[in-house]
């Protein structure tokens, strides 16, 4: 709050008897001693004596290049009898404020500014400014003045102080006294005096005093005040004894004339006071600091008022005036305290002497007093709002043609920019003022814990300055000259989505996707979309429906089902959310604020494989079985038998591994994905078997069963059975075993039960040379029969026809093809001759037409024959 002002190093100084000398006529200028307020900036007084006049020159006194002028840069405490060293030191001789050794008592700073001569008069004026410098490191007093980027900041005022004991001899001996003669800073105000503190030895009863009265200037006769004590001081009256001493201050001065006149030496002390504060936002968002008038309670020289000073009696040649006893003043508690500023937000205002940045922006509401109280005390910190609604809070505040504005920072960039200020507002006679900002388009939203936690809002108030012109214009950094600065932590809740993709793989098997094959695309009514592959994490969407999809160039991403699910993200505070989600249509309808994450798990749909069993010619074949194997299965493999339903069923059985009921067509289902191969292990009756194994991948990428089943079908294709085939040969003689020719006969299949099937009876025609095209026959030697390709199975054979002039042979054989490239041969079958009759020259029919008619008979009911003969099997065998 003081920054003393140490003298060493003052301009236009000269050496003299251990001490630093400001001749009259000169004027001079010195910086104290920079303070650290934070990590680059420092705080730091400059100020100006001028007009230096003595006006008694006092003692002789040997060895001064001068016997005119100041004494600079006295310690208070060299003589033991100071007071101000036991409120004011460096810690090296005093243990709060008590000396640790009688003889040494020296503050050991360079606060005061002395008479030259023992019993000499010097008047001065004084100047003094304060400053806030950026530097890397402390830099040199020598430097500041120089130095760049300095920035003025407001005084409260200036304080005054007696830094060498004064003493007032009675009636004869001393008369040590100091004096000021202020000159307002603001011409309209008066100057303020108070009391900030005083010491003096306990028991001592001479008091600190101090007089309004006119006191001599530079410039003549001016009205001020005279601060000396009432009687000689302390250690002329106690053992070890000190004081007594005082400290003022003179609130609204930058200014004034200054006289000093020792008995002996007589020195008077100057610091600059003025109230700071700052913000405590990390150190990314820049210094903002505001200099604040506080309003002031108690240890004024008034009469009236609460804790003032009331005038008493006058000392013992005390000037004309009005006087005050400061000592007792002291001793009644009625010193000068600080309230909240006049302009201020909330309703308390506390002095930093440093600027410290914080991660929380807690500093100001852990040290000294929580004076980070404009915003309501209820209120949880947390913005719910959207981007480009307009957000608004209301505040607490103080104080008349204020401006006052805030800002957030959206983006969570680290920075206050323009964009995300609040429109700029000032504070009621009500004491409150209402915030609005309009939430901008790169706004992010807090997270719980974390990186993006939280976010900040910086809150200024400016009001007029002392020089009567209007507020400023609240920037987000940089020091203001009057007013309060605020930092929050807060949490900025936009709507926003979470998009996760989870995969069921338990029917993929190694064959399955992950959740970054797909993109997840989120589609709100307006806005951006977002998108991600595998999902993303966190992306603002504006409140309202929002379409969930995804996409993947992947074939395998049909054989997957999604489903989707909605809840708060597991970093959001909401457990029962506003937001809700149409699974069926996959449409979220997104609430304020609130941050939903929407899973879409696409679960791997088991396919099937199918194949079919034909003959050669194409035609289903029934009565096949198979072995499936793969990886994938349990065990390796599967035995799959035809499954043939009869009777109407339109499925078959439980238990079967096929499950398609039409013979010769194969569905294995409920597979996972991989590799698959069948091999025939067993041929229907009558056939070869394949010796051909089909293989193919089963995954995602296979058609789906149908428009209402979108099961992965894997077609394996067709497995194709030739029928074993053999040969029948026979030769029809005459009954001494020639070969003749012309016979005819049938030949009708017969079924597993021996029984004919007259509607397949063919016709073999004996063949003589070339056979035909399509001859059954196919020996062309006459009466000899070759029937070659017959196919697996037992055929009825009978003549149907002999050769002309033989009897017909009527018996029923058997042909049976059991094993490719049987050759059944019959052997001779003879005919016997036929008995011409005489033909009478009359006239009739020759033989040959009663035979011819005869065999065409025959050959009709050759299969009726076959039949009877069947019957006449079967009823023996019954």
């Not at 070869?688 to 099961?711: C, E, I, R, V, Y």
């Amino acid at each position: 709050m003081i920054d003393w002002i140490d003298w060493d190093e003052m301009t236009n100084t000269v050496p003299g008897k251990g001490t630093r000398i400001l001749p009259d006529g000169s004027t001079g200028v010195v910086w104290s001693t920079p303070s650290r307020i934070s990590g680059d900036m420092w705080r730091t007084s400059r100020c100006t004596l001028s007009n230096v006049r003595t006006t008694a020159v006092g003692k002789n006194e040997t060895g001064l290049p001068t016997d005119r002028g100041l004494s600079v840069g006295y310690r208070p405490g060299n003589w033991m009898g100071d007071g101000l060293s036991h409120l004011y030191n460096d810690g090296t001789n005093y243990t709060a404020g008590v000396a640790k050794k009688p003889n040494a008592t020296s503050s050991n700073l360079p606060l005061g500014i002395a008479n030259l001569r023992d019993s000499s008069t010097q008047q001065f004026q004084i100047e003094c400014s304060a400053y806030l410098v950026t530097s890397a490191s402390q830099p040199a007093k020598s430097q500041l003045e120089h130095l760049p980027n300095k920035v003025e900041v407001p005084m409260e005022g200036i304080v005054f102080a007696d830094a060498e004991a004064s003493s007032w001899h009675i009636p004869n001996g001393q008369k040590e006294y100091i004096s000021v003669s202020p000159i307002p800073y603001v011409a309209s105000q008066d100057v303020t005096y108070r009391l900030l503190e005083s010491a003096r030895t306990p028991g001592c009863i001479t008091n600190s005093v101090v007089g309004k009265v006119s006191v001599s200037t530079p410039v003549g006769n001016r009205p001020g005040i005279k601060l000396r004590p009432d009687d000689a001081e302390c250690s002329a009256k106690v053992r070890n004894g000190y004081g007594p001493s005082s400290v003022m201050l003179l609130s609204n001065m930058r200014t004034g004339y200054v006289e000093i006149h020792g008995g002996g030496r007589g020195a008077v002390a100057f610091g600059v006071v003025s109230y700071m504060d700052y913000g405590d936002a990390p150190e990314s968002y820049g210094v903002a600091g505001s200099a604040f008038q506080p309003a002031w309670s108690g240890g004024e020289l008034s009469d009236s008022g609460e804790r003032n000073i009331a005038r008493g009696k006058a000392p013992y040649e005390g000037d004309a005036g009005d006087w005050y006893n400061l000592s007792a003043a002291t001793d009644q508690g009625n010193v000068a305290t600080t309230n909240s500023a006049v302009v201020r937000l909330g309703a308390l205002t506390d002095h930093d002497d440093n600027i410290a940045h914080t991660a929380d922006a807690s500093r100001d509401n852990t040290t000294d007093i929580d004076d980070e109280d404009a915003l309501p005390a209820g209120w949880d910190r947390v913005i719910w709002t959207d981007i480009g609604q307009k957000w608004s809070q209301e505040i607490t505040c103080s104080g008349s043609n204020t401006k006052i504005a805030g800002w957030v920072d959206w983006n969570r960039d680290g920075v206050f920019s323009a964009g995300e200020r609040s429109a700029v507002t000032s504070c009621s006679s009500a004491g409150k003022a209402t915030v609005t900002w309009t939430v901008p388009q790169d706004a992010k939203r807090s997270t719980i814990n974390g990186n993006g936690a939280a976010t900040f809002m910086r809150l200024r108030i400016t009001g007029a300055p002392p020089n009567g012109r209007e507020a400023e214009d609240p920037q987000p950094t940089g020091i203001a000259v009057n007013g309060e600065v605020e930092d929050h932590q807060v949490q900025v809740q936009l709507p926003n989505l979470s998009l996760v993709k989870q995969v069921d793989n338990t029917a993929a098997g190694s064959l399955g996707l992950s959740a970054k094959d797909w993109t997840l695309t989120a589609t709100p009514k307006r806005g951006k979309t977002a998108s991600g592959a595998g999902g993303f994490d966190s992306a603002y969407l504006p409140q309202g429906q929002t379409v969930l999809s995804e996409s993947s160039s992947s074939p395998k991403s049909a054989g997957y089902k999604a489903s989707v699910s909605c809840v708060p993200h597991p970093n959001s505070d909401i457990r029962t959310p506003s937001s809700t989600v149409n699974s069926a249509s996959k449409t979220l309808d997104l609430a304020t604020g609130e941050w939903m994450q929407c899973t879409m798990v696409n679960t791997a749909q088991p396919g099937q494989v199918v194949w079919s069993k034909v003959d050669d010619a194409g035609n289903p074949l029934a009565g096949t079985v198979f072995t499936l194997a793969s990886p994938a299965l349990n065990g390796g493999q599967k035995e799959v038998t035809d499954c043939v339903v009869t009777g109407g069923k339109a499925t078959c059985p439980n238990g079967s591994v096929d499950q398609d009921p039409r013979a010769g067509f194969f569905r294995v289902s409920g597979l996972t994905w991989g590799n698959y191969s069948i091999t025939e292990t067993q041929a229907p009756a009558g056939y070869h078997l394949s010796s051909t194994t089909l293989t193919k991948t089963l995954d995602g990428s296979a058609p789906a069963a149908g428009t209402d089943d979108d099961t992965p079908t894997l077609d394996l294709g067709q497995v194709t059975n030739t029928r074993i085939k053999g040969s029948a040969t026979w030769t029809k003689t005459d009954e001494r075993g020639n070969p003749i020719k012309g016979s005819q006969w049938s030949l009708v299949p017969l079924d597993s039960n021996g029984r004919p099937q007259p509607d397949q009876a063919r016709t073999i025609t004996d063949c003589v040379g070339t056979c035909a095209q399509g001859s059954l026959d196919t020996d062309g030697n006459p009466g000899a029969f070759k029937l070659a390709e017959l196919g697996y199975g037992s055929y009825g054979l009978m003549e149907t026809k002999p050769p002309t002039g033989y009897i017909l042979d009527a018996t029923p054989r058997t042909i049976t093809i059991s094993s490719q490239g049987q050759v059944v041969a019959l052997g001779k079958i003879s005919n016997r001759k036929s008995a011409v009759p005489a033909i009478p020259f009359t006239g009739g029919s020759a033989a040959d037409t009663f035979l011819i008619a005869g065999g065409a008979v025959l050959g009709i009911t050759a299969p009726v024959m076959m039949i009877q003969a069947y019957r006449r099997r079967r009823a023996l065998d019954s």
